[in-house]
């Protein structure tokens, strides 16, 4: 029993190493998004850092345009990067997680 329980935690253990090291992974991952017009372009990781926005210069006119063009070219952003997130963090914690009674959140 004592034996089953230093496994476990082993296990628990190189799960943790592997969800740690895709996150790692996912500061490389970027996810491009731009307005439907492509005035708007901005680069952001998997792990939701922004790492770029570029803004057309007939946006620069008008100010409330620019922030509505920002708030749902981020948003769609943000979204598909919470996406990856949460499936690559699901798939590496569900692969190292040892058959615990009530730890099926993950699957």
């Not at 004592?2 to 496994?7: E, L, S, T, V």
């Not at 990781?45 to 409330?64: E, G, H, M, P």
């Amino acid at each position: 029993m004592f034996g089953d329980m230093m496994g476990m935690m082993g296990k628990l253990k190189e799960a943790q190493k592997k969800v740690e090291e895709t996150k790692e992974r996912l500061h490389s991952v970027l996810i491009d998004e731009a307005s439907s017009d492509n005035k708007l372009k901005v680069t952001i990781t998997a792990n939701r850092t922004l790492k770029s926005i570029v803004i057309d210069d007939a946006l620069l006119d008008d100010k409330d345009m620019l922030e509505d063009y920002l708030i749902l070219t981020l948003n769609k952003a943000i979204e598909k990067a919470t996406q990856i997130n949460e499936t690559e963090i699901a798939a590496v914690a569900k692969e190292g997680m040892p058959n615990i009674p009530g730890m099926d959140m993950f699957k």
